[in-house]
């Protein structure tokens, strides 16, 4: 168990909707970062927030958005869901001047 | 951006034998090489990593090497148990400008290990 929490674990929408995945970094760490993993692009980097700002965005689309909150947990936001949004979405978390970065357990999405 | 190509993207071995997984990277300010290890269903973990002053590091059956001349990065796992079965994944990051912290991690495509009894 790496100490990091996601919800929900599966997620079944339709074409068209908007989910909300959420992460619970590890206690303390400051550093989120998001993930997709899908079998034809790998795993690849989305976005990162340090202590609740945006510190660094990978390829994540335009209808995708993400905060942290005070608390430090982080919401990724996805709309205008496509059948190609369906994927594994990871988020990780690293402690203040660390590098490894622990992941959680994935949310599946899949989009019908 | 950085690049991360890892070979082979399966690999077959019977129990016992050795496993040798290869990546190598494009960026030379890249410092900082960790493996994960996947199993079905699950978030990759962490099983070793190198950093870019060091040129081999071990943890019981697992080593990994780093050439950074050759900007390449090994991992090495020996006398393999049915259990070692994952797929495994390698990866790069760099220390952001003024060290505070460690940017996104950039993995290979992953090398699908079985182990046979």
């Known amino acids: 168990d790496s100490g990091v929490t996601q919800t929900p674990k599966h997620l079944i929408t339709a074409t068209g909707q908007r989910v909300t995945l959420r992460c619970s970094p590890r206690?303390?760490?400051?550093?989120v970062y998001w993930y997709q993993q899908s079998l034809d692009q790998g795993l690849q980097f989305l976005i990162q927030?340090?202590?609740?700002?945006?510190?660094a965005k990978g390829n994540i689309l335009e209808r995708f958005s993400a905060q942290q909150f005070p608390d430090l947990h982080s919401e990724l936001n996805l709309s205008s869901l496509e059948l190609g949004d369906s994927a594994l979405y990871f988020c990780?978390?690293?402690?203040?001047?660390?590098?490894?970065?622990?992941f959680g357990p994935g949310t599946r999405l899949l989009v019908l | 951006g950085e690049n991360v190509e890892q070979h082979p993207s399966t690999l077959s071995v019977q129990e016992g034998d050795s496993a040798v997984i290869k990546c190598t990277y494009s960026?030379?300010?890249?410092?900082?090489f960790p493996w994960y290890k996947q199993e079905l269903g699950k978030g990759p973990q962490l099983i070793i990593d190198?950093?870019?002053?060091?040129g081999e590091k071990k943890d019981q059956r697992i080593a990994v090497t780093l050439n950074k001349t050759a900007k390449h990065f090994s991992l090495h796992i020996t006398e393999t148990q049915p259990e070692d079965s994952a797929v495994y994944f390698c990866?790069?990051?760099?220390?952001?400008?003024?060290?505070?912290?460690?940017?996104?991690?950039?993995f290979g495509q992953g090398t699908i290990l079985t182990v046979h009894p």
């Open positions: 927030y340090y202590n609740g700002e945006e510190r």
């Open positions: 206690s303390g760490d400051l550093s």
């Open positions: 960026d030379s300010a890249s410092n900082y």
């Open positions: 990866a790069a990051s760099k220390a952001r400008a003024g060290g505070t912290s460690y940017g996104k991690l950039t």
């Open positions: 190198i950093r870019s002053n060091v």
């Open positions: 990780a978390s690293t402690t203040s001047g660390e590098e490894t970065q622990y």
